[in-house]
């Protein structure tokens, strides 16, 4: 019945793919690995900072010296819990370190310190904000903390490849997502909202540039309503953008090998950037290739539940309770809600401006004019020209009635550059807004009389014509009249 609708390439729904033989539907579980923001390694008091000249954050430990033994970095592990509690989910009493033993050159152990079949955090779920005032939820699958591997450089040196430790070691969490995800946009959204929930929580700083947040992307495709098909990882994917091409493009290739009667192969893919596709880097490799075992230098981590309930009250007040909070403190929509408090200093810049003010006309011009203004010119909220001390003044000129909306709107363009106070704007420019009845009526009263054919034709009937009187009266004021009383007094005069 609904072949015809689902035909029309127009009406598909994000996540779905037409073929020739019907809809498809993806289905997507990511692997994020955070790095923990902590001064030293996992396992090393090494310096874990970025950007440090090549091996020069490198210990015995991480250079896998003969005799050197790992010490676990208290830090990290509470990070992870900390992560974890943010996250709604399980935390385990009892974990073990494994070693997941393959051969890099990065990796001089010869082994990655991970955790496999007990990780530190266990099933917990997020919720994700979708089009329309819509929510969805997002399972998770575990968390677990292991040791990042080194840096090979194939682009120093014609014919050789160097390699710099400086990264290994570094404490990753490793969060696993359930297969719940079903469009590129939700998988977008899953990682925007882990990102935030990791920046509030502290415990990564989320800077996905600098590789401190990357994530692999699971993919397959399935018509609606069948077993889950054959997937494809695709690694270490860097920024939203790739995030999307990178599943629709996979999504789209499985699609046209499964249509075209093939089967899909389960493998370990990379994105291309320049071309938007992704090509095969390895067939898929199953757990038992990597010969875990119990890393027999560390013991398992054993937690007091106190300990874990202290951590917990520790916790800042997270996304989703404070978006509860400001639609109820301040009355703005769930949906400008959960835009401010995708970043704790939106919330903050928030809080400020709208103290004591219209909570939604607040929330209406940071985010549409401030955000718009800001993206336009590259600036961050931290670099803003405009603080929320002088926004917040704008709005109370523009409640007081001192300013119209609209020109309160030449006055932020001012701000942006100038710097200056909204009412030195205002009072440099004499751009208060008439609300004198007499003054008005002055200007009405000119606009009849150069109008009088008009005002004939208005008279019989045209009534579309007293949106030209307004407009006559607000160009001779301009733009400073109050709108409500021109019409008002436009009425009256207009008999
Ligand atoms: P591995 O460690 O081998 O990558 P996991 O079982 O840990 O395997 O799963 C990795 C990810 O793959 C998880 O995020 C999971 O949600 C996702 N996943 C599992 N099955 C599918 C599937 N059929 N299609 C898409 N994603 C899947
Ligand atoms: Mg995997």
Not at 228 to 245: A, D, P
Not at 319 to 325: C, F, K, N, V, W
Request: net charge negative.
């Amino acid at each position: 019945m609904n072949q015809v609708s689902s035909n029309n390439s127009k009406k598909l729904k994000p996540g779905q793919i037409q073929g020739d033989t019907g809809l498809w539907e993806m289905v997507i579980g990511l692997e994020i690995h955070a790095q923990i923001s902590s001064k030293s390694k996992l396992f090393s008091g090494a310096s874990a900072t970025f950007g440090a000249g090549a091996n020069t954050n490198v210990s015995l430990v991480d250079a896998a010296m003969p005799g050197m033994l790992p010490v676990i970095n208290q830090y990290c592990v509470e990070q992870a819990v900390k992560t974890g509690l943010a996250l709604n989910a399980q935390i385990n009493n009892y974990s073990v370190f494994d070693r997941k033993n393959y051969f890099y050159a990065d990796l001089p152990q010869g082994y990655q310190i991970s955790q496999f079949t007990k990780p530190i955090v266990g099933e917990g779920e997020i919720i994700i904000d979708l089009d329309e005032g819509k929510q969805t939820t997002i399972g998770i699958e575990r968390l677990h903390l292991e040791q990042d591997a080194g840096k090979s450089l194939h682009d120093q040196h014609p014919t050789k490849t160097y390699i710099d430790l400086n990264r290994t070691g570094v404490a990753l969490m490793e969060i696993v997502s359930k297969p719940d995800i079903r469009s590129p946009q939700e998988a977008g959204l899953f990682v925007k909202k882990i990102r935030s929930i990791l920046r509030y929580v502290g415990s990564c700083d989320g800077n996905m540039e600098e590789g401190s947040l990357r994530a692999d992307c699971n993919v397959s495709v399935r018509r609606a309503g069948e077993e889950f098909g054959t997937r494809c990882e695709i690694k270490n994917l860097n920024s939203i953008r790739f995030i999307n091409q990178a599943i629709q493009s996979e999504a789209e290739r499985q699609v046209e090998i499964l249509e075209s009667g093939g089967s899909i192969n389960q493998e370990t893919r990379l994105f291309d950037t320049s071309t938007g596709e992704t090509r095969s880097m390895r067939s898929k490799e199953d757990a038992h290739d990597y010969r875990y075992f119990p890393d027999p230098d560390l013991l398992p981590l054993e937690f007091e539940d106190s300990w874990v309930k202290g951590l917990k009250e520790s916790l800042p007040e997270l996304p989703d309770t404070l978006r509860e909070r400001l639609v109820l403190d301040y009355g703005i929509t769930p949906y400008d809600a959960a835009v401010l408090v995708e970043e704790k200093d939106y919330v903050k810049f928030y809080e400020k401006a709208a103290l004591g003010r219209d909570g939604k006309l607040t929330a209406n011009w940071m985010i549409s004019e401030l955000f718009g203004a800001l993206k336009k010119e590259n600036l961050s909220l931290l670099n803003s020209p405009v603080s929320p001390e002088s926004l917040g003044e704008l709005i109370t000129l523009i409640t007081d009635g001192v300013i119209s909306g609209k020109i309160a709107k030449d006055i932020f363009a001012e701000m942006m550059i100038s710097k200056k106070k909204p009412i030195e704007i205002v009072k440099d420019k004499g751009l208060e807004q008439v609300s004198d009845d007499n003054e008005i009526l002055k200007l009405i009263e000119s606009v009849i009389a150069d109008n009088q054919d008009k005002v004939k034709q208005y008279l019989s009937g045209k009534d579309k014509l007293f949106g030209f009187f307004v407009g006559q009266v607000m160009k001779v004021s301009q733009g400073k009249a109050n709108p409500g009383i021109v019409n008002k007094l436009l009425k009256e005069n207009l008999k």
